[in-house]
C-alpha cells in the first residue's frame, strides 16, 4: 500500500505510526493515512476557492499571474522535491504544503490585514489559525463529523510548518509575544496537545521551506511579467544578478520571456538544492534518529545554508520595496482594504444580512461567546469568500462599486 516504506528515514513521519484521528475511522485498504488526509484536503471546498483568491494580484489583473491555487500547487511540488530527498513521507509532506494557505483571505494579505484590524478587540485574525477551523470545524461535508477529521500529524504540521508557539516556559514566541497564541489553536490544544513548545514534523518543515521558495521565486516571476520592475532593478538583489549573468553567457540575447523563466527556473533549483544539503548537514550534526528527535530540536532541521538564506532575505527585502509596495498594487490595496472592513461593518451590525446558514452560525457564536462570537463569525464569513463574491457581496450590500484597478 505505501510505495515509499522502504526508503523512508528512521526520523521521517510513519503513517501507520501515526496518532491518528479525533474521530476513529476504519483504515482504507489502498491508501495511507496521509494519503486519506491530503486528498480531503484537496477535495474541500476551501481548496477549491483558492482559484479564485488572491496572491498578489486581483482577479481582473491577468489569467497568467498566481492565485492561491496556483501557489499552493507550487508549493505541494517543491515539498515532494525536499522530501523525497530527505527520505520523508511524501504525502504528508504534500498533505500539509496542499492545506498550508486554505485560511487565507480574499485579496492576499491585504485581506489578513483588513480582518485582523476589524477583530483587534476581539483577539484578531491569523489566516493559519483559520485554516485550523477550516479542517476542524468550517468544512461541512461528511456525515460523521465537521471538518476533514485529519490526523494528528497533518493538523500539527498546519498550525506549526513556521515553527513553535511556545518557549520551554509556556510563555508566547516571535509575534505572539505581542497578541498571544490565537483562541482556536489553543482551544484545539487543549482537545488535543499540539506539543505547541515543540518543532513539527520534518514534512510539515519542508512545506514551510517549499513556500518560501515558491513565493521568492514565482513573485520575481510575476512582477517582472507584470512590468512593475525590469531586469535591472532585480539586479539590486545580488544573487538575481549572478543568476541573470550567467542566463547572458549561457544564451546572449535571448528573448525577454525565457530569461524570465530561465530566471525563476534558477531561483527555485539554486534554493531547493541548497535547502537538501543544509538539511541533511542539521539532520546529521543533530543526530536525529527519530520522530520525537525532531520534535525536541532546539532549532528547525530544515532550511536555507547562510549564503542562501541572506540571498533570500535580500529577495525578500527588493519585493517588499518593489512589487508589495508599488503604487498600483498599493491603490488596489488600499481599495480591497475598504471594502473587507465595510463588508465586515456590515455583516456585524445585521448578521441577517449574511445567508441563513452563517446567520444561525453567528447568533449560535454570539450566544456562547457574547459580542466576540459574533465578530469572529462574521470574520470567518468573510475570509471564506473569494475574489469576485467579496465584491459581488460588496455590491449586494452597497450602492457604490470599488473599482479594484
Not at 89 to 98: I, K, M, R, T
Not at 208 to 229: K, M, S, T, V
Not at 278 to 287: K, L, M, P, V, Y
Request: glycine fraction near 6%; include cysteine.
Amino acid at each position: 500500500m505505501d510505495g515509499s516504506s522502504a526508503k523512508r528515514a528512521p526520523y521521517a513521519a510513519d503513517p501507520a505510526a501515526s496518532r491518528g484521528r479525533v474521530v476513529p475511522e476504519p483504515p482504507s485498504p489502498t491508501r495511507t493515512d496521509f494519503q486519506r488526509d491530503r486528498d480531503r484536503i484537496i477535495h474541500s471546498t476551501a481548496f477549491r476557492r483558492l482559484a479564485h483568491k488572491t496572491q498578489v494580484f486581483v482577479y481582473h489583473e491577468g489569467d497568467h499571474f498566481r492565485t492561491r491555487l496556483t501557489h499552493t500547487i507550487e508549493v505541494s511540488q517543491i515539498a515532494r522535491a525536499l522530501a523525497r530527498a530527505l527520505r520523508l513521507d511524501e504525502d504528508l509532506a504534500e498533505a500539509v504544503a496542499l492545506g498550508h494557505d486554505l485560511g487565507h483571505t480574499p485579496f492576499g494579505h491585504t485581506g489578513e490585514d483588513a480582518l485582523d484590524a476589524c477583530l483587534a478587540p476581539y483577539g484578531g485574525f491569523d489566516h493559519n489559525s483559520h485554516g485550523l477551523k477550516i479542517v476542524t470545524e468550517l468544512e461541512r461535508r461528511y456525515a460523521d463529523f465537521n471538518g476533514l477529521n485529519l490526523t494528528f500529524e497533518t493538523i500539527e504540521g498546519l498550525v506549526k510548518h513556521n515553527g513553535p508557539f511556545l518557549d520551554a516556559g509556556g510563555a508566547p514566541l516571535g509575534r505572539w509575544r505581542r497578541r498571544g497564541v490565537p483562541p482556536a489553536i489553543l482551544a484545539y490544544d487543549r482537545l488535543r496537545d499540539l506539543e505547541l513548545a515543540h518543532y513539527a514534523s520534518l514534512e510539515a518543515q519542508a512545506a514551510a521551506i517549499a513556500d518560501d521558495i515558491a513565493y521568492d521565486a514565482h513573485d520575481i516571476d510575476d512582477g517582472l511579467r507584470a512590468g512593475l520592475f525590469d531586469f535591472a532593478a532585480a539586479r539590486q538583489a545580488p544573487f538575481i544578478a549572478a543568476l541573470l549573468d550567467e542566463i547572458e553567457r549561457l544564451h546572449p540575447g535571448l528573448e525577454k520571456s525565457r530569461v524570465t523563466h530561465e530566471l525563476t527556473r534558477r531561483l527555485i533549483t539554486r534554493f531547493i538544492e541548497d535547502a537538501i544539503a543544509e538539511s541533511r548537514a542539521r539532520i546529521r550534526d543533530a543526530h536525529i534518529l527519530s520522530l520525537e528527535d525532531v520534535r525536541a530540536a532546539a532549532k528547525p532541521l530544515v532550511g536555507f545554508s547562510p549564503l542562501l538564506a541572506e540571498a533570500a532575505e535580500a529577495i525578500k527585502a527588493f519585493l517588499f520595496a518593489n512589487m508589495y509596495r508599488h503604487p498600483s498594487v498599493a491603490r488596489v490595496r488600499d481599495k480591497a482594504e475598504r471594502l473587507v472592513r465595510q463588508l465586515f461593518a456590515a455583516f456585524f451590525a445585521e448578521p441577517a444580512k449574511m445567508p441563513a446558514e452563517w446567520a444561525q452560525l453567528t447568533a449560535e457564536a454570539e450566544m456562547r461567546e457574547g459580542e466576540a462570537g459574533r465578530a469572529q463569525a462574521v470574520a470567518d464569513y468573510i475570509a471564506g469568500m473569494t475574489d469576485r463574491y467579496a465584491v459581488a457581496e460588496h455590491g449586494r450590500l452597497f450602492d457604490e462599486a470599488p473599482d479594484l484597478r
